[in-house]
Each structure stands twice: as C-alpha cells, then as structure tokens.
C-alpha cells in the first residue's frame, strides 16, 4: 500500500510522457514552455531511452521512400503529404528549439540501403507528391 506522501507527491501530475527519448524529451520540455508550473512525469523503461531514439543513429528523417510507400497502406495520399508535413515542421521546430549545435544537427542529403531498386516513377511520384 502507498503512504500518503508517495500518493500525494507521486501520483499526481498534469502531464504525463511515456518514452524518455528525443520525442518523450521534447515532448515535456515543450508541455513545460506553456506550462511552467505544471508537474510532470518522463517515464522510460530502463536507464537509457532504448526506442526509436537508440535505433536511429543519431539522425532526424521526416520519411524515408520506403517508409513513404508504407505508409501509402494506411493513409491517402493527401493524409500522407500532410504527416510528412508535420514530421518536417517537428524536426525544425526542434531544431529551433533547442539550436542546431546543441543537438549536433548536420544537414545531410538521405540515403536509404535497401535490396531492391527504387522504381524511378515511384521516386518521381513522392518528389511530385512532397514537393
């Protein structure tokens, strides 16, 4: 059972962030701009973030071509162009947030290992699409 203090102290926030990585992170400090005085929990599995963060190396994409034509399973195209859109105002909103040095931000051109061929139409079709 759970004495008062731990109740009281513990319990009790008005925000709470499941995932301590970059997006958890970003996620409370920006909760935290708006409200400053809010109490809030970052809840992460283990010691270390070990999500999305961990497994990226370290890059910011805002859609990949073969994340693109996946997510053409769940999403229009206009749907699509739209997420793609927020993910892209997400990573520069960061970006300005928190200052390209602080976070080691290099722009880069993408490139995606994969073990087929990207068919150029479709690879026309998304820099139509995006553009």
């Known amino acids: 059972m759970l004495s008062y203090w731990e109740k009281s102290a513990l319990l009790s926030y008005e925000f ?6 970059i997006v958890g992170c970003f996620a409370a400090l920006s909760y935290r701009a708006k409200h400053p005085s809010a ?8 010691i270390l973030p070990s999500g999305a963060s961990t497994k990226n190396a370290g ?8 994340e693109l034509q996946d997510d053409l399973d769940d999403f229009t195209l206009d749907e699509l162009v739209a997420l793609t859109e ?7 909103h960061m970006r300005s947030t928190l200052g390209d040095q602080a976070i080691g931000y290099e722009h880069s051109k993408g490139y995606e290992l994969r073990f ?6 479709q690879l026309s079709f998304f820099n139509e699409a995006l553009k």
């Open 86 to 92: 927020k993910r892209y105002l997400g990573i520069n």
């Open 39 to 46: 109490r809030i929990a970052l809840i992460e599995r283990g």
């Open 16 to 21: 709470v962030v499941i995932g301590g990585g």
């Open 116 to 121: 087929n061929r990207v068919d150029p139409e």
């Open 59 to 66: 890059f910011a994409c805002f859609g990949s071509i073969s």
